[in-house]
């Protein structure tokens, strides 16, 4: 900045709106400079004053030139420099002063503080910007500059968590305006950070507040705001009430249909006044409290209504050709810039009655707030569209449907369920139609309705093949990967993840491809393959920040932390598992929190760390949503973890049990859930290496064995041996003894047999077992035979080839 005043321009404009600090810091320039003089022009109103007001801050008499008596005096200084504060209500005349000057004084610099450009051939303007604000509640300028303030009158002010958090949200509210930090910093200490938020979202009186020995208009940001609406001829101030209607940014295009006449001239004007921000080519804002007086402006004028009406009508048209873009594809973020705007013209409808409008903006606004919640707002955005009982049968299915999602993320599964139901009800035989029971299917799939989940898919892609929906059949056909996936078949359901992966990489959707990515990290890490889950999942990871998608990042996150846990790695599986669940706090979606949590709980867990793994469980139990079984049995299996880490061994045994044999709806819990099936192996590979010189070790599907004192045995080219080791092991869990005819069953699912040769067939395969090493291990007794129960049995992975 000090470099201004040494550079080839003599005269220096410091430019910016009120209270962005202007005068304070030509103040401190002009002490810096021996020979500089500061001025001040607030009362100033033609050529003349401004003449006599630097004569007398240069001690010369004025006379009856008091410009030309100026001018002799700064030619006579060895190196002027004019410091004039607060010009912008005197520009002409300033401008015509300052020029003249220059001519008589040629060593002399001018800096000039003013909300408007003098528009001199010889000016450089530096338009000051605001103090530096936080993205999260890290220390910025506009913190620094609070914290120092509120502690002022509360000396021992530090903020910490929550209230970082609040300091933050603050100083963004006040768009890091000094003069209204200071303004705002005082009433900390008696309403508290939220109860000063508070006020502030009502209305602008805290700012009304003034700064002893400050001018009238120089005390408050209202005083200084009121002095700048002075300044505008009537139309321009019009033309700023109006804008107050826009919240955050919006373009030329906005500003065309809202304000009267020629916007762009208007927009110029208004900028060139520091009333209006340019943000970026084409791209307008008002600060914060410039925004919340204009409005106010705006409100109490005649024509409040027809600028909503105007606004409203551009916002609504401008959001549904962003919706047809979507739909064909495009990434929802395109909603994103006017996300602030459509909100308003939503409240404006449900004001105003105006049902179908209000619909039809909240199913506009939906595919961005599915991505970024908060999914509340969303919830209530459409139950108030759709109570408004406004549009027609293919906007009310759209709304639907979003409202479905949304309470599925929430955690209102009945709810979530009658949505989509109803959706699918209004929705024409289109491809509408098919993306409604594709969701219906997603819905149904993470129940573990799997028949229900398929049925909904077989029906959804002839839908969308006629409609032509390219991604829509992307998406089904990758899904019913993730139905094959869950069923075992994982050859297969890698072929329809590939399958997704190719179609959505041409149509350059780097979201879709990111799920389907993270989907077969997923499966990779099931199939063993921990290297390659890591990195198909880091590629998926990839993809969706590129998206900006936080909560398929989640679900990233969460899977690459599992795989970080199975590495040894649990350290950085803590730290997974901590970035999934940030990312689900904007989301909000409980049933993702809930296995988040239960995840973080067992990594903690197992790092020893029982008391903090306890809590997370807890929360995890909290979150589960009402009839969502299949979370509420992995959580209930993260608490294994616990036992194990306690060493309470039957308590263990107990969970595992349950968990062997738990069913979501009519099928096998250890059937339907990878995140089932991943904890639990984990868990049988910590007991296996905790029992590892007693305990029996079984591979997956009796696969294999290792016996106490032995080494492993593949048993698995003999197709009835694994049936009956794993009846065998199911049946020692439970303390049974299997018969001949039990074990024939198991061993020879669906064959008939006369009894001797069943029983037969039993001898010879009992005697293969004993003699691969289960010798003294498969006993007999009156019921039948059964694994030594006095011996553990733990599941466990046979050491891989070349280990």
Same mark, same amino acid.
């Given at each position: 900045?000090?470099?201004?005043?040494? !550079?080839?321009?003599?005269?220096?404009?410091?430019?910016?709106?009120?209270?962005?600090?202007?005068?304070?810091?030509?103040?401190?320039?002009?002490?810096?400079?021996?020979?500089?003089?500061?001025?001040?022009?607030?009362?100033?109103?033609?050529?003349?004053?401004?003449?006599?007001?630097?004569?007398?801050?240069? !001690?010369?008499?004025?006379?009856?030139?008091?410009?030309?008596?100026?001018?002799?005096?700064?030619?006579?200084?060895?190196?002027?420099?004019?410091?004039?504060?607060?010009?912008?209500?005197?520009?002409?005349?300033?401008?015509?002063?300052?020029?003249?000057?220059?001519?008589?004084?040629?060593?002399?610099?001018?800096?000039? @503080?003013?909300?408007?450009?003098?528009?001199?051939?010889?000016?450089?303007?530096?338009?000051?910007?605001?103090?530096?604000?936080?993205?999260?509640?890290?220390?910025?300028?506009?913190?620094?500059?609070?914290?120092?303030?509120?502690?002022?009158?509360?000396?021992?002010?530090?903020?910490?968590?929550?209230?970082?958090?609040?300091?933050?949200?603050?100083?963004?509210?006040?768009?890091?305006?000094?003069?209204?930090?200071?303004?705002?910093?005082?009433?900390?200490?008696?309403?508290?950070?939220?109860?000063?938020?508070?006020?502030?979202?009502?209305?602008?009186?805290?700012?009304?507040?003034?700064?002893?020995?400050?001018?009238?208009?120089?005390?408050?940001?209202?005083?200084?705001?009121?002095?700048?609406?002075?300044?505008?001829?009537?139309?321009?101030?019009?033309?700023?009430?109006?804008?107050?209607?826009?919240?955050?940014?919006?373009?030329?295009?906005?500003?065309?249909?809202?304000?009267?006449?020629?916007?762009?001239?208007?927009?110029?004007?208004?900028?060139?006044?520091?009333?209006?921000?340019?943000?970026?080519?084409?791209?307008?804002?008002?600060?914060?409290?410039?925004?919340?007086?204009?409005?106010?402006?705006?409100?109490?004028?005649?024509?409040?209504?027809?600028?909503?009406?105007?606004?409203?009508?551009?916002?609504?048209?401008?959001?549904?050709?962003?919706?047809?873009?979507?739909?064909?594809?495009?990434?929802?973020?395109?909603?994103?810039?006017?996300?602030?705007?459509?909100?308003?013209?939503?409240?404006?409808?449900?004001?105003?009655?105006?049902?179908?409008?209000?619909?039809?903006?909240?199913?506009?606004?939906?595919?961005?707030?599915?991505?970024?919640?908060?999914?509340?707002?969303?919830?209530?955005?459409?139950?108030?569209?759709?109570?408004?009982?406004?549009?027609?049968?293919?906007?009310?299915?759209?709304?639907?449907?979003?409202?479905?999602?949304?309470?599925? &993320?929430?955690?209102?599964?009945?709810?979530?369920?009658?949505?989509?139901?109803?959706?699918?009800?209004?929705?024409?035989?289109?491809?509408?139609? !098919?993306?409604?029971?594709?969701?219906?299917?997603?819905?149904?799939?993470?129940?573990?309705?799997?028949?229900?989940?398929?049925?909904?898919?077989? &029906?959804?892609?002839?839908?969308?093949?006629?409609?032509?929906?390219?991604?829509?059949?992307?998406?089904?056909?990758?899904?019913?990967?993730?139905?094959?996936?869950?069923?075992?078949?994982?050859?297969?359901?890698?072929?329809?993840? &590939?399958?997704?992966?190719?179609?959505?990489?041409?149509?350059?959707?780097?979201?879709?491809?990111?799920?389907?990515?993270?989907?077969?990290?997923?499966?990779?890490?099931?199939?063993?393959?921990?290297?390659?889950?890591?990195?198909?999942?880091?590629?998926?990871?990839?993809?969706?920040?590129?998206?900006?998608?936080?909560?398929?990042?989640?679900?990233?996150?969460?899977?690459?932390?599992?795989?970080?846990?199975?590495?040894?790695?649990?350290?950085?599986?803590?730290?997974?598992?901590?970035?999934?669940?940030?990312?689900?706090?904007?989301?909000?979606?409980?049933?993702?929190?809930?296995?988040?949590?239960?995840?973080?709980?067992? @990594?903690?867990?197992?790092?020893?760390?029982?008391?903090?793994?306890?809590?997370?469980?807890?929360?995890?139990?909290?979150?589960?949503?009402?009839?969502?079984?299949?979370?509420?049995?992995?959580?209930?299996?993260?608490?294994?973890?616990?036992?194990?880490?306690? !060493?309470?061994?039957?308590?263990? @045994?107990?969970?595992?049990?349950?968990?062997?044999?738990?069913?979501?709806?009519?099928?096998?819990?250890?059937?339907?859930?990878?995140?089932?099936?991943?904890?639990?192996?984990?868990?049988?590979?910590?007991?296996?290496?905790?029992?590892?010189?007693?305990?029996?070790?079984?591979?997956?599907?009796?696969?294999?064995?290792?016996?106490?004192?032995?080494?492993?045995?593949?048993?698995?080219?003999?197709?009835?041996?694994?049936?009956?080791?794993?009846?065998?092991?199911?049946?020692?869990?439970?303390?049974?003894?299997?018969?001949?005819?039990?074990?024939?069953?198991?061993?020879?699912?669906?064959?008939?047999?006369?009894?001797?040769?069943?029983?037969?067939?039993?001898?010879?395969?009992?005697?293969?077992?004993?003699?691969?090493?289960?010798?003294?291990?498969?006993?007999?007794?009156?019921?039948?035979? &059964?694994?030594?129960?006095?011996?553990?049995?733990?599941?466990?992975?046979?050491?891989?080839?070349?280990?």
């Amino acid at each position: 900045m000090r470099d201004l005043l040494e !550079g080839p321009q003599r005269v220096v404009t410091l430019w910016g709106p009120a209270g962005i600090g202007k005068t304070r810091l030509a103040m401190a320039l002009a002490r810096e400079r021996a020979l500089s003089c500061f001025v001040a022009l607030p009362d100033c109103r033609t050529g003349d004053d401004i003449a006599v007001e630097v004569a007398g801050a240069l !001690g010369v008499p004025a006379g009856p030139d008091p410009s030309r008596s100026v001018g002799a005096r700064l030619a006579a200084l060895e190196a002027p420099c004019l410091v004039l504060d607060n010009g912008e209500q005197v520009v002409e005349p300033l401008a015509a002063l300052v020029s003249e000057w220059l001519a008589q004084a040629p060593a002399l610099r001018v800096l000039v @503080t003013s909300r408007e450009r003098l528009r001199l051939a010889q000016e450089c303007c530096h338009e000051l910007a605001p103090l530096a604000l936080p993205s999260g509640s890290e220390q910025t300028a506009a913190v620094a500059l609070l914290v120092a303030r509120v502690r002022d009158t509360w000396d021992d002010f530090e903020p910490q968590g929550r209230d970082a958090a609040l300091v933050a949200e603050l100083v963004r509210k006040l768009d890091g305006l000094p003069l209204a930090i200071e303004l705002v910093a005082p009433q900390v200490d008696l309403l508290g950070l939220e109860g000063v938020l508070a006020r502030l979202a009502q209305s602008t009186s805290l700012l009304d507040h003034g700064r002893r020995g400050a001018s009238e208009r120089q005390a408050t940001l209202r005083g200084s705001l009121d002095w700048s609406w002075a300044l505008l001829d009537p139309g321009l101030q019009q033309a700023l009430a109006a804008c107050g209607i826009f919240r955050g940014t919006f373009d030329l295009a906005a500003a065309r249909a809202v304000l009267h006449g020629n916007a762009r001239r208007t927009l110029m004007a208004l900028r060139e006044r520091s009333l209006v921000r340019r943000v970026a080519p084409g791209v307008f804002r008002l600060y914060e409290p410039i925004a919340a007086y204009a409005l106010e402006r705006l409100e109490g004028s005649d024509a409040s209504v027809e600028v909503r009406r105007r606004h409203r009508a551009h916002y609504l048209a401008w959001g549904e050709a962003r919706q047809a873009e979507i739909d064909a594809g495009a990434d929802a973020r395109v909603l994103a810039p006017a996300r602030g705007n459509l909100l308003v013209a939503f409240e404006g409808s449900v004001t105003g009655q105006e049902g179908a409008t209000a619909l039809r903006l909240a199913v506009v606004l939906a595919p961005l707030l599915l991505r970024t919640g908060p999914v509340s707002l969303l919830i209530r955005l459409l139950e108030g569209g759709l109570a408004l009982q406004g549009g027609e049968d293919e906007v009310r299915a759209r709304g639907l449907q979003a409202l479905g999602l949304a309470l599925q &993320r929430s955690g209102a599964l009945d709810r979530a369920r009658e949505a989509l139901e109803q959706a699918l009800a209004h929705a024409p035989p289109s491809g509408r139609r !098919g993306r409604i029971l594709k969701d219906l299917g997603v819905f149904h799939h993470q129940q573990r309705r799997l028949d229900e989940a398929r049925d909904c898919y077989e &029906r959804a892609l002839p839908l969308l093949e006629q409609a032509g929906d390219a991604a829509g059949v992307g998406v089904a056909r990758g899904n019913v990967g993730a139905l094959l996936h869950d069923q075992g078949a994982y050859e297969a359901a890698a072929m329809r993840y &590939r399958e997704a992966l190719t179609v959505f990489r041409r149509l350059g959707d780097a979201r879709v491809e990111g799920i389907f990515q993270g989907n077969l990290g997923v499966l990779l890490h099931e199939q063993g393959d921990l290297d390659g889950a890591r990195h198909a999942l880091e590629a998926a990871q990839a993809l969706l920040a590129d998206a900006g998608d936080r909560r398929f990042q989640a679900i990233t996150s969460g899977n690459l932390g599992a795989v970080a846990q199975d590495q040894g790695r649990l350290d950085q599986a803590v730290d997974h598992h901590r970035v999934c669940l940030a990312h689900l706090e904007a989301v909000e979606d409980a049933h993702t929190r809930a296995l988040g949590l239960a995840r973080l709980g067992a @990594t903690l867990a197992e790092l020893g760390r029982v008391d903090e793994a306890q809590e997370q469980l807890r929360q995890a139990e909290r979150c589960v949503p009402q009839h969502d079984a299949a979370a509420g049995a992995v959580v209930s299996l993260a608490w294994a973890f616990v036992d194990h880490a306690l !060493g309470r061994d039957d308590d263990l @045994t107990r969970c595992l049990d349950q968990a062997r044999s738990a069913r979501v709806g009519d099928r096998a819990l250890l059937e339907v859930s990878d995140e089932a099936r991943l904890a639990l192996r984990r868990l049988d590979r910590l007991r296996a290496a905790q029992l590892s010189g007693s305990a029996l070790l079984i591979a997956p599907g009796g696969s294999g064995f290792k016996a106490p004192g032995g080494s492993w045995r593949d048993v698995s080219r003999n197709r009835m041996l694994p049936r009956l080791l794993e009846a065998l092991v199911t049946a020692h869990a439970q303390g049974l003894s299997l018969d001949l005819d039990a074990l024939f069953q198991a061993g020879w699912p669906g064959e008939r047999a006369v009894p001797a040769a069943a029983a037969n067939r039993v001898y010879v395969a009992l005697s293969k077992l004993r003699s691969q090493g289960l010798e003294g291990l498969l006993l007999r007794d009156e019921e039948g035979w &059964r694994l030594d129960p006095e011996r553990p049995v733990v599941r466990s992975d046979p050491p891989t080839t070349g280990a």
